[in-house]
């Protein structure tokens, strides 16, 4: 899938564009030289993270916290909650499949609920993953666009909640009043085995802390340097301590910090001995090298078509019929996303189409990478590798899979654009 993907970015950027195919050959490699430099070690070190955390148990850790916070009666905010946070390090399929069997455990105690579970699982991720960097849709966006990381994070969250919470709980228990899934057998594990996995006891598991340290890492270290932007002029004697601050804020050293943290965790509560332990690490970098990969390759084939012009071509059109940058980049997005799939390529795409015209803008620009992954979470359907798997780890017939998961990342989409467009004119940062 991954060397399939990465090829057909290498051809369409290539034969697409409006250039020679020597002179197409060369930007091609220029472009995707870029982006890597702009995702690379972030993306490396949440697979280092999302590897770590989930066999740690750190990520079963935080889960439990969230439902003792909650309470047992009231287990969609757990899951809701779990997927949202552990989404914005962790890679999304891997939360899937943590929160999806935690969902059918669920519901093979209480015996009701499971499409509640399953959508509040799919729709917490689902906005993480393409508002909230450092996952890679965002993150990329950010750094095609040139926004601040920090400014960024703090409007994709606010953009996530209203998105996450309209998906996951409303539309749930909508949804879950009008279905009944049964309970299947799926991806070859019982009900029984996902039970004794969910009873692990919690002596075995990392302290909360400690579980939620790369989190928390990764969030204040790379926030830092927004923060200081802000109170610097305020207060003129923190200069002083801007070049410390500019190092352990710069994504690159935050990820690497946040990533050996939940690295050291993982050594610290396993059982493995430490060349195993160097040895899983390293599969769980080939993993995000591949992901890596590929999102650089879908950010080359956005910056190629940008440069032949497509893009004020496509702008200047639509703001002829009174569509403005926001509502085109979102409309944009979820064209591409419709019809070739994937979020991250629909997102990379559109950033490099768009990107050329954020001189334009007259909000902030976190506004427009928030927009580009609004229109790249639509309508997620038979081309997506995310709606096979939501499909497969819930155990669900395709019918089922259009009117949950479908249904949800369209409500995504929807609700985030309107809350883009509602908080830029309130709160236009520009």
Same mark, same amino acid.
């Given at each position: 899938?991954?060397?399939?993907?990465?090829?057909?970015?290498?051809?369409?950027?290539?034969?697409?564009?409006?250039?020679?195919?020597?002179?197409?050959?060369?930007?091609?490699?220029?472009?995707?030289?870029?982006?890597?430099?702009?995702?690379?070690?972030?993306?490396?070190?949440?697979?280092?993270?999302?590897?770590?955390?989930?066999?740690?148990?750190?990520?079963?850790?935080?889960?439990?916290?969230?439902?003792?916070?909650?309470?047992?009666?009231?287990?969609?905010?757990?899951?809701?909650?779990?997927?949202?946070?552990?989404?914005?390090?962790?890679?999304?399929?891997? $939360?899937?499949?943590?929160?999806?069997?935690?969902?059918?455990?669920?519901?093979?105690?209480?015996?009701?609920?499971?499409?509640?579970?399953?959508?509040?699982?799919?729709?917490?991720?689902?906005?993480?993953?393409?508002?909230?960097?450092?996952?890679?849709?965002?993150?990329?966006?950010?750094?095609?666009?040139?926004?601040?990381?920090?400014?960024?994070?703090?409007?994709?969250?606010?953009?996530?909640?209203?998105?996450?919470?309209?998906?996951?709980?409303?539309?749930?228990?909508?949804?879950?009043?009008?279905?009944?899934?049964?309970?299947?057998?799926?991806?070859?594990?019982?009900?029984?085995?996902?039970?004794?996995?969910?009873?692990?006891?919690?002596?075995?598991?990392?302290?909360?802390?400690?579980?939620?340290?790369?989190?928390?890492?990764? $969030?204040?270290?790379?926030?830092?340097?927004?923060?200081?932007?802000?109170?610097?002029?305020?207060?003129?004697?923190?200069?002083?301590?801007?070049? &410390?601050?500019?190092?352990?804020?710069?994504?690159?050293?935050?990820?690497?910090?946040?990533?050996?943290?939940?690295?050291?965790?993982?050594?610290?509560?396993?059982?493995?001995?430490?060349?195993?332990?160097?040895?899983?690490?390293?599969?769980?970098?080939?993993?995000?090298?591949?992901?890596?990969?590929?999102?650089?390759?879908?950010?080359?084939?956005?910056?190629?078509?940008?440069?032949?012009?497509?893009?004020?071509?496509?702008?200047?059109?639509?703001?002829?019929?009174?569509?403005?940058?926001?509502?085109?980049?979102?409309?944009?997005?979820?064209?591409?996303?419709?019809?070739?799939?994937?979020?991250?390529?629909?997102?990379?795409?559109?950033?490099?189409?768009?990107?050329?015209?954020?001189?334009?803008?007259?909000?902030?620009?976190?506004?427009?990478?928030?927009?580009?992954?609004?229109? &790249?979470?639509?309508?997620?359907?038979?081309?997506?590798?995310?709606?096979?798997?939501?499909?497969?780890?819930?155990?669900?017939?395709?019918?089922?899979?259009?009117?949950?998961?479908?249904?949800?990342?369209?409500?995504?989409?929807?609700?985030?654009?309107?809350?883009?467009? $509602?908080?830029?004119?309130?709160?236009?940062?520009?």
């Amino acid at each position: 899938m991954g060397l399939a993907a990465f090829s057909v970015g290498i051809v369409n950027s290539v034969f697409v564009s409006d250039f020679a195919l020597v002179d197409a050959a060369t930007r091609t490699a220029a472009a995707f030289g870029n982006g890597m430099e702009g995702i690379g070690i972030p993306i490396l070190m949440a697979a280092i993270i999302g590897k770590s955390m989930l066999e740690s148990g750190s990520a079963q850790r935080v889960v439990r916290t969230f439902q003792s916070l909650v309470g047992r009666d009231n287990s969609e905010f757990a899951l809701w909650g779990s997927s949202t946070v552990l989404s914005i390090p962790v890679f999304f399929d891997s $939360v899937l499949f943590l929160l999806a069997p935690l969902a059918r455990s669920m519901r093979a105690r209480r015996g009701k609920n499971y499409v509640l579970y399953l959508i509040a699982v799919g729709a917490g991720g689902s906005a993480a993953h393409v508002f909230i960097p450092p996952t890679p849709g965002p993150l990329a966006v950010a750094s095609e666009v040139g926004v601040d990381l920090g400014m960024t994070m703090a409007v994709g969250v606010a953009v996530a909640i209203p998105s996450a919470t309209m998906s996951g709980l409303v539309f749930g228990h909508w949804a879950n009043a009008r279905m009944d899934i049964p309970l299947r057998d799926s991806m070859g594990t019982t009900t029984e085995e996902l039970e004794e996995r969910a009873q692990q006891s919690s002596g075995s598991l990392p302290g909360t802390f400690e579980a939620a340290l790369p989190i928390l890492l990764a $969030v204040a270290l790379v926030s830092s340097l927004t923060i200081l932007n802000t109170l610097e002029p305020i207060y003129p004697s923190l200069a002083v301590v801007r070049p &410390g601050v500019a190092f352990i804020g710069d994504k690159n050293v935050a990820m690497t910090i946040a990533g050996l943290t939940a690295a050291l965790t993982y050594l610290r509560w396993s059982d493995l001995s430490r060349s195993l332990w160097e040895d899983e690490l390293t599969e769980a970098l080939k993993s995000g090298g591949n992901i890596a990969a590929i999102t650089a390759m879908g950010g080359a084939f956005g910056a190629l078509l940008a440069a032949s012009g497509i893009g004020p071509y496509i702008a200047d059109s639509l703001r002829g019929i009174g569509i403005g940058l926001l509502v085109t980049a979102w409309l944009i997005a979820a064209i591409v996303r419709i019809a070739q799939g994937s979020a991250t390529a629909a997102m990379l795409t559109t950033a490099g189409i768009m990107a050329p015209l954020t001189s334009q803008l007259n909000v902030h620009p976190a506004y427009l990478v928030m927009a580009i992954g609004s229109g &790249g979470i639509i309508c997620s359907w038979y081309n997506d590798s995310g709606f096979w798997l939501m499909k497969e780890i819930g155990g669900l017939t395709q019918v089922e899979t259009l009117k949950t998961w479908t249904a949800l990342t369209t409500i995504i989409s929807v609700t985030g654009i309107v809350s883009i467009l $509602v908080f830029s004119t309130i709160v236009p940062l520009a």
